[in-house]
């Protein structure tokens, strides 16, 4: 150690040097010793109790089963289709090739490529999903709900019993999947749905496509360290003890797996039933950390430590200024009061923040939801919605003003559809009433106001807009929720 070094070594504070002194004072009497010491445990409990409410973290504690139950909540669509009679997975292969589609039979799957036989025997898949989808029907003939992806009989193999076991359930494996799809590393994955064969219920997943030749050599030799790189973070893992260990990552097509997009020539991993999540908490934990910042919105607090925090918490995981739970069960009273269900509506959030009033919203059985935000506060609700499960969201960016064109972002395939629900959440003071929500196709609308007003005022507010002017009330309440006071919150329709 250098002399300089020693001059600036750090000293005991006072408090261990008085401490240690009273230690030595009372050693001669140990029952006043360990009187003292557990006086001392109660101060330390008082001082960090007082710190972990005032910076909020008593309330932001971890509840996983809270969380657990958060995920995967998009309801599951389903579509009646004619395959005639169905009795095992044999069966769909024969109904598949009679309609003049050609299965790629995998160990648990027969997978199917988009194009005119397809859009026959699934018309849906064009009215609901993006085009050029492909549909992967799992050969466990159950619902998505209790289907078995890597179910052992179906397939088996000496000593896979276990690993077959660990394969993640089909919801979590289209988490999985969409987040092998954010890091560039494998398709996307639009939808987890339910085909009922007559009465024969059937798992399938509607995936993007990738229409180019099985991955040579030199592409498998790029896309492995990425893929690396990619587990390395920890988040996700792989259902085998290792990408060594493993034929489906084996050269030069990860035995199947690793095919080349048609269009961008990069090579893409289109199964993911080897993949599971290691924390799930840990993985959207890191995305709210991360959008925290850009998603924050008003006046910070004192007992959240100050700083900047999500908006709408995530329940279970991370603290937010509006607890999306309460609020939504005050929206499913009103739904109720009403007698309106969301099942097969498109839903409309303008300033969704995250989206999560959309997620409570698919959770209800909504057709697709579409937010508008600010350009990060948008990209960060892309983030966070399929990690959770939500793959029936769109999210533009961009600052709403009036001469926003919010119809612009309805994809063709929508046209034509009514009956939609708009939800105008805590943003009129910011953006007023901008014309462009007018030609949106809804006719119901969920108004909440700001922590301020009343349910008087804001009606009164309401009629006075031209594109609201007709607007009949049809329930309202003022809801106060996370740590937000009151606010009205209405639910109106609008005649057609
Ligand atoms: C008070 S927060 C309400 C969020 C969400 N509607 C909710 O109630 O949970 C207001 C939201 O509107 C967005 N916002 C405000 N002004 C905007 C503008 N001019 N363009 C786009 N988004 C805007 C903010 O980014 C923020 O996410």
Redesign the pocket.
Known sequence: MTDQLRANAPRPGLGYVLRKKLRALVAPFPRVYRFLLRLWGVVVAVRFFLHAVMSGKLRARRDDGRFAAFLSRQSVLGFDVDLGVIREADDVRHALAARGLEPMAGGWTFYVGPGPALDRCFPFLRDVYPPGVGLKILKDLQHPDDAIYARHDLNPAAGAALMRKLTPPPKALMRIANQLHAAGLGPRVHDLIHLDAAGVPLSAYVVDHVGGPPADARAHTAFMPRLRSWLDGGAITTVHSSTDAAMDFAPPDCNGNLRRDADTGQPLYVDFQAFMIADDAALVGRIAEEEKDK?H??GTRFFRGGGQYL??AIPGLAPGK?DIETRWRAFDALLRHADLQLDGRLVF?I???TGL?LYQALGAGALWGFG???PD?AGAAARLLPALGATRATVTG????DATDFAAALPARFAGHDGGVL?Y???SD??GFPPGIAALPWTHMFY?GHADQGIGDQYQRIKAVPWLAAAELLGHRMVSDGDSPARPLMLIRRPS
């Open positions: 998603t919105f008003g908006y709408q509006r959030d300033g969704c923040n009033m508008w935000d600010m506060v961009g600052a709403i003003d939800f959440l805590a943003v910011h953006i909440e």
